[in-house]
Each structure stands twice: as structure tokens, then as C-alpha cells.
């Protein structure tokens, strides 16, 4: 089975529990956070800045979780997850590896497999962001992935033409994050 997990800061904990509509799994004092404000290249991970801060885990069921935690930061400034992947891993050995004091990214990928930082922005000066770890190349499922949203968001701007409340968005903006 494939195991994720989605860590988001516990500033929008009780905005996810309503829209996940149920308790996190468990709250640890490790989020990853990444400068969005780059010029050109992303910064390269290996080492990176782990702030011990307060976040909350998901387990992902399915894509409409992942959809529901993004919109839980949606209305701050800036936010961020963090998506974990890995196969039959353990929540307790997933803590322990990201509450390391000298974290290393490799260890987090031996552990987990696939590691995703994702940054929101929604003011400006703020941009998007978007790094990936894999100890694979995964160039291939990248590629593939860029040619989905793209298709998704063409979709997205025809039937924008057509919307005229919130009510007929919401599943506009759904069909954007899950596809289906």
C-alpha cells in the first residue's frame, strides 16, 4: 500500500479539520518551509531549512484530501504543505526522522520515498513554489504531470467562461485539482 502523508502549518489546523471534516492524524514541530521569492532556479535541497515549527499530519485517502488542505490555507498570504510518500511507513518512525535536530534530506527520502514542498502565494510579492526530492529519477511522471495541468488548466479557463456564481465554481475549481 502506498502510504502519504500532508503536513500543513497548525495555523490553518482548525480551517483543514472543516474541510477534510476530521481530526489530523497527529501534530509534530517540523514543517518545511521554501523561500518562494527566487529569481531564477529553485534553491537546490539536500540540507535544508527545517523550522520547528508547529504542524499537523494527514493521512491523504484520496486526491479531494489533498484538494481540501490547499484550500485550507487559501485567504492567507502565503502557505505551504508538505507531502510525504512511502510505503508501509510508520507515523511514529515519520516523526522521528523529521524531528531530527540535524535532519538530512537523504534520510527523509530513504524513509519516506518522495518528498514535495509546495509554497502558495496570494498577495503581492509573493509567488508560487514547487520542490520535489526523489532518490529515482522521476523526470518522466514530472513530465507528465506538467502536460495534466496544463490540460486541466486550458479546461479550467473554457468553463470559466460559462461560470456565473460561487456555487457553479466550487466544482470548476475541483475539476482544476483532482481531475475528476
Same mark, same amino acid.
Given at each position: 500500500?502506498?502510504?502519504?502523508?500532508?503536513?500543513?502549518?497548525?495555523?490553518?489546523?482548525?480551517?483543514?479539520?472543516? =474541510?477534510?471534516?476530521?481530526?489530523?492524524?497527529?501534530?509534530?514541530? =517540523?514543517?518545511?518551509?521554501?523561500?518562494?521569492?527566487?529569481?531564477?532556479?529553485?534553491?537546490?535541497?539536500?540540507?535544508?531549512?527545517?523550522?520547528?515549527?508547529?504542524?499537523?499530519? =494527514?493521512?491523504?485517502?484520496?486526491?479531494?484530501?489533498?484538494?481540501?488542505?490547499?484550500?485550507?490555507?487559501?485567504?492567507?498570504?502565503?502557505?505551504?504543505?508538505?507531502?510525504?510518500?512511502?510505503?508501509?511507513?510508520?507515523?511514529? @518512525?515519520?516523526?522521528?526522522?523529521?524531528?531530527?535536530?540535524?535532519?538530512?534530506?537523504?534520510?527523509?527520502?530513504?524513509?519516506?520515498?518522495?518528498?514535495?514542498?509546495?509554497?502558495?502565494?496570494?498577495?503581492?510579492?509573493?509567488?508560487?513554489?514547487?520542490?520535489?526530492?526523489?532518490?529515482?529519477?522521476?523526470?518522466?511522471?514530472?513530465?507528465?504531470? %506538467?502536460?495534466?495541468?496544463? @490540460?486541466?488548466?486550458? %479546461?479550467?479557463?473554457?468553463?470559466?467562461?460559462?461560470?456565473?456564481?460561487?456555487?457553479?465554481?466550487?466544482?470548476?475549481? @475541483?475539476?482544476?485539482?483532482?481531475?475528476?
Amino acid at each position: 500500500k502506498n502510504f502519504r502523508y500532508c503536513a500543513i502549518g497548525s495555523s490553518e489546523c482548525s480551517h483543514a479539520m472543516a =474541510w477534510v471534516e476530521r481530526d489530523p492524524d497527529y501534530n509534530a514541530r =517540523w514543517f518545511y518551509s521554501i523561500d518562494s521569492l527566487f529569481e531564477t532556479e529553485p534553491p537546490v535541497v539536500v540540507k535544508g531549512e527545517f523550522e520547528k515549527k508547529e504542524c499537523v499530519f =494527514w493521512e491523504l485517502e484520496d486526491s479531494d484530501d489533498l484538494f481540501c488542505l490547499q484550500a485550507a490555507g487559501i485567504g492567507d498570504v502565503s502557505t505551504g504543505m508538505n507531502i510525504l510518500a512511502g510505503n508501509d511507513v510508520d507515523p511514529g @518512525r515519520i516523526n522521528s526522522v523529521l524531528s531530527n535536530p540535524n535532519i538530512d534530506m537523504h534520510k527523509v527520502l530513504d524513509e519516506m520515498g518522495l518528498f514535495v514542498a509546495t509554497t502558495y502565494g496570494f498577495d503581492m510579492g509573493y509567488y508560487n513554489g514547487l520542490t520535489i526530492k526523489s532518490p529515482v529519477c522521476i523526470d518522466e511522471q514530472i513530465t507528465e504531470l %506538467e502536460f495534466e495541468f496544463k @490540460r486541466r488548466i486550458a %479546461e479550467y479557463d473554457y468553463l470559466m467562461g460559462t461560470v456565473e456564481t460561487v456555487e457553479e465554481w466550487i466544482p470548476t475549481i @475541483r475539476l482544476l485539482a483532482t481531475g475528476s
